[in-house]
Structure formats: C-alpha cells, structure tokens
C-alpha cells in the first residue's frame, strides 16, 4: 500500500518532514500527525489513516483543534491528468473524481483549500483507472519520482509562505531534466 500511485502524497509529506527535521510521527486525528518549521511558519502535516474516501474525517478533525481555515490548509493528492512528475498548485476547485477531495469538500464544507497536484500519468484507458492508481510504482517511475518529491521537499517554504507561482517554477526548473 506504501508504494501505491495513490499515495505520492504521503511519500510528499514523508520527505518534506525528514527534509525540514519535523517531530516524529504520530496517532492523533484519525491520522499520523508530524510537526516543525519551514520558511518561519509552524507546520502540522497529516496523513489520514481512515479510507481515501473518509479522508476529510482526519482533515476536518485537525482543522477544527487547532482552527485551522480552510485557505490555510496544504492537500498534497496524485492526479491523474498530469504526466508524471509534472506538480501544480491551485486553490479550490473541484473533485474530478478523487474521493479524497470528495470527502475533504464535505467535512470542511468548502473547497476552498490548497492543492498539490502531483502528477502521476493516466494509463490511457478509464477502465484501467483503479488497478493503476492503486497499484505500486514500477522501477521505472523512481527515474522521475524520487527528484520530483525531492524537489518538492527542497522548495517546501515557497509553499509555507505562500509563494505557489514561485514553487511551480522552481519545480519544473528542478526536474527538467529528469523527464
């Protein structure tokens, strides 16, 4: 499950935490919570433990102890409608499909939070959707993956303080060269 397409938001989230030297990991909200600094601000990264489609349950339950607003609210998610290694970032929007965005949208009732979109490719056929995103990464995919989630972890305080422009730039700067 670890290796999963579906989870490169995890992977995200464990390299910026080992990166920027976060708290170890921890059961709280219906997840595993970590916490530390980056660019100046307090961070708390969360990684539901519920189902992909209950995702929102975790979300919404850290959201609201420690008041977070939604805007102020990072989602790291895979997505299938970018080539691989290719991220971007937007604020709100729909869920296209992703029930962890679905659920996220219902718990904090708004769509208004950040998105990194992290690319994994589309296998070229809607049937084959399932089997892809919840299958493991090939050998093959490290070629992008790994400098692409570095890269990630390496720019994270653009992210922190608010600089998504910057942070896309930086990242297709990074990984250029890798694809």
Known sequence: MARHRHNIGFLALDVIARRHGFSPWRQRFKGHVAEGMIGGEKILALKPMTYMNASGESVQAAAAFFKIPPSDILVFHDELDLAPGKVRVKRGGGAAGHNGLRSMDQ?????????????????????????????????????????????????????????????????????KDQK
């Open 107 to 175: 718990m904090l009732g708004t769509p208004d939070y950040w998105r990194v979109r992290l690319g994994i490719g589309h296998p070229g056929h809607k049937a084959r959707v399932l089997g892809y995103v919840l299958g493991d990464f090939a050998k093959s995919d490290m070629d992008w993956l790994l400098p692409c989630l570095d890269a990630v972890a390496d720019e994270a305080a653009l992210l922190a303080t608010g600089k998504t422009e910057d942070f896309m730039t930086r990242i297709a700067l990074i990984t």
